[in-house]
């Protein structure tokens, strides 16, 4: 679940504080543990993980841009995966990380942004602005506690290194967490710069990340 400009998108209503400008990227330092099939121990790897957007468009109240490795494509990789492409799609606030359809993406696009279609539940990634104690994507009547949601688990100080990133970066920096009996996601955020961290932990077969940003570049 994002990216996270110039100022006319930072401040737009539809994704205040989520650079998505054609052109941004972010780097972030990976450390990744997979188990490959018929294997009977998993196997680690750290690399640099560059995420980019291809392309940004917008009307009043969407904004749906095409990235390459986004930070949650990290999830169960392998050495074979090839670059990733997704899309980010923010309405009023609320952000969705989405898989692109078999068909024309140009069309899924604009149907996105005409509100055609809509993103589904289960790709909610989070809603701006977080609000510790917040829990999110999920119909709360549907069960008693707090999994199968994104909630808002805390907000820190943001580090001096990730404020020196990126002139817009704000002084909170937001955990926000994913927790399933099979897995569970933490995403780190910071409104004006975008996901600072990623982790993600399968709690079987081993498939580990640790995902931390390094490099901001606006366009």
Do not use: K
Not at 168 to 188: C, G, K, M
């Amino acid at each position: 679940m994002i990216s996270f400009l110039l100022a006319a998108l930072t401040h737009h209503a539809a994704c205040a504080g989520l650079p998505l400008t054609q052109g941004a990227s972010w780097s972030y330092h990976a450390a990744v543990s997979w188990t490959p099939a018929g294997a009977t121990a998993p196997r680690d790897s750290v690399f640099t993980w560059v995420t980019t957007v291809i392309s940004a468009v917008r009307n009043d109240s969407v904004v749906v841009a095409a990235v390459r490795n986004w930070p949650m494509a990290l999830a169960w990789w392998e050495p074979s995966r090839q670059p990733v492409r997704s899309l980010i799609v923010c309405r009023a606030g609320q952000v969705y990380h989405v898989a692109p359809p078999a068909g024309p993406a140009d069309a899924y696009r604009d149907a996105l942004l005409l509100g055609a279609a809509t993103p589904d539940r289960a790709d909610f990634v989070l809603e701006l602005p977080l609000r510790v104690g917040a829990l999110l994507g999920r119909d709360l009547t549907s069960r008693a506690d707090a999994l199968y949601a994104w909630t808002v688990e805390s907000a820190a100080p943001v580090e001096p290194r990730l404020r020196a990133l990126a002139a817009t970066a704000a002084e909170s920096s937001y955990t926000v967490a994913r927790r399933t009996l099979s897995d569970h996601q933490l995403v780190d955020f910071v409104l004006g710069l975008g996901v600072t961290r990623y982790q993600y932990t399968h709690h079987g077969v081993e498939s580990a990340v640790d995902a931390v940003l390094i490099a901001y570049r606006a366009p």
